[in-house]
């Protein structure tokens, strides 16, 4: 019987990785009205994004440069959606 298994979707860039990487943690999230990512501001998370980073990285980048994609990432989202009106 030939069964076959999930597979997940390639990343195809370092930044796409680092996404989904912080994603997966809980540390950004999209607007549900635009899409756009956004920082949740919990330094949980992104302590976890980190150690993900560190241990579970791409093979042709070593760890250090794979926590700076995280942090680069990380600063370059607000914590609002550029398209939502202020509260």
Partial sequence: MLTTTERRAGIRSLRGW???VLQEAGAIHECEEHGWARDRTDPHARHRAV???RQDHPDDITANEAVAEI???LGSLGDTCPECPPE
């Fill in 18 to 20: 680092a996404i989904h």
């Fill in 71 to 73: 942090l680069d990432v």
């Fill in 51 to 53: 150690e993900i980073a």
